[in-house]
């Protein structure tokens, strides 16, 4: 316990001295919510540090085994969560993409019915099925 109360005191006095010296709240970026990743991505980077933290920890002797490699595996199943979910979004922007991309060939297909949509083997002048012409009608 006392160990712990030790690195919980390190933590919050670099945690402090990081925030005064180095980040001054104007000099914090601007919030991006563009990208849907960017949260996942900022957590992705807080496991990483926090497993580079545990791994300087460890090895300073401030850890026991124990308490190292339990930390050490919640972090990486976090992690393991992160990805996952980057994993799941990307997977669906993939989707989304592919559905959008696939009705745009059909509207210039010359040998597509722009009314009935039927195909065809080869340029017609007036559609095989509904007899209209086979050149888009403009209005
Ligand atoms: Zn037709």
Do not use: W
């Not at 006095?13 to 001054?24: E, T």
């Not at 401030?62 to 976090?78: A, G, N």
């Not at 799941?88 to 059909?106: C, F, M, N």
């Not at 039927?118 to 009608?137: R, T």
């Amino acid at each position: 316990m006392f160990f712990v109360i030790i690195a919980v005191t390190c933590l919050l006095a670099i945690v402090v001295i990081v925030f005064v010296l180095g980040v001054r709240p104007k000099d914090l970026p601007e919030p991006e919510p563009v990208s849907p990743f960017a949260h996942l991505d900022e957590r992705k980077a807080q496991i990483y540090e926090n497993l580079r933290d545990l791994q300087f920890e460890y090895r300073v002797g401030k850890l026991s085994d124990e308490d190292y490699q339990t930390t050490k595996k919640d972090l990486q199943k976090e992690l393991a969560v992160v990805l996952a979910e980057v994993d799941r979004i990307k997977a669906g922007l993939g989707a989304a993409t592919e559905v959008k991309k696939s009705p745009a060939p059909k509207k210039a297909d010359p040998l597509t019915c722009p009314h009935c949509h039927a195909h065809f083997d080869k340029i017609l002048k007036f559609c095989g099925e509904c007899g209209k012409p086979m050149k888009a009608v403009k209005a």
